[in-house]
């Protein structure tokens, strides 16, 4: 019987053991059994969204799951290359249900890019993960106007929480700090049509667009 006093210890132990299995195996698992284990048997309290983390139920697992990923996805990002990362796209997908794929993965670069030099070293480093769409099935006729509203409205608010979650985990997405992020995007300069500049007009984008959207929601 686990006393009171080290309920949290024990958690957290079993918690580091659970993930660095988890994640060794997910590598050597295909991608059905995938599908499976996350949708069917993977528990939904251990997620990491900004609900099962304010939740007085739920936070103590969704933080755990949230710092069990971060200690093996920032090895995983500080060491990238160019080929593409399936295995840190698929975790980062399904442990994090309602974010963008695309932008989240950018802005985990970016702040596992250091904290000097952190906007240089995330655009010119390799982005290789993050390319996957989520899977959306829709009711009716396929193209329809209908489902093309649906799918555009349900697109416009995972970035919204993605944004909202970024904002509320990471200390580098303050008001504040994306504010100087943008001058020093700006003043970056690349070659056209460059991978470098690309990345920075996605990064220059997305840190306006993020912008504009905490400066009217509440701070966390």
């Known amino acids: 019987m686990v006393d009171n006093g080290n309920k949290h210890y024990y958690i957290s132990y079993l918690f580091d053991l659970f993930y ?6 997910i590598e050597k698992i295909d991608f059905s059994a995938k ?7 993977f528990p939904k309290e251990w997620k990491i969204s900004i609900t099962n983390l304010a939740d007085k139920r739920n936070k103590l697992f969704s933080n755990l799951s949230l710092r069990c990923f971060i ?6 990002i500080n060491q990238a290359e160019e080929e593409k990362d399936f295995v840190l796209g698929d975790v980062s997908i399904n ?15 970016f702040v596992f890019s250091g904290s000097k030099d952190r906007v240089k070293l995330a655009i010119e480093k390799p982005w290789n993960f993050g390319f996957v769409e989520r899977v959306r099935l829709y009711p ?5 106007e209908e489902m093309l509203k649906k799918m555009s409205k ?12 970024a904002h509320y985990i990471f200390k580098e997405f303050s008001k504040e700090n994306i504010t100087e992020y943008i001058k020093e995007i700006e003043n970056l300069k690349y070659q056209i049509e460059s991978p470098e500049e690309d990345r920075r007009l996605k990064l220059l984008n997305d840190f306006k667009e993020m912008l504009s959207y905490i400066s009217k929601i509440k701070k966390y």
């Open 35 to 41: 599908h499976v284990i996350w949708d069917q048997c």
């Open 95 to 109: 442990l994090f249900p309602e974010v963008d794929p695309r932008l989240w993965a950018e802005f985990l670069i």
């Open 140 to 144: 009716g006729e396929i193209g329809s």
């Open 20 to 25: 660095r299995v988890f994640f060794k195996s």
């Open 71 to 76: 200690n093996w996805a920032q090895h995983r």
């Open 154 to 165: 349900d697109i416009e608010i995972e970035k919204q929480k993605t944004y909202e979650l």
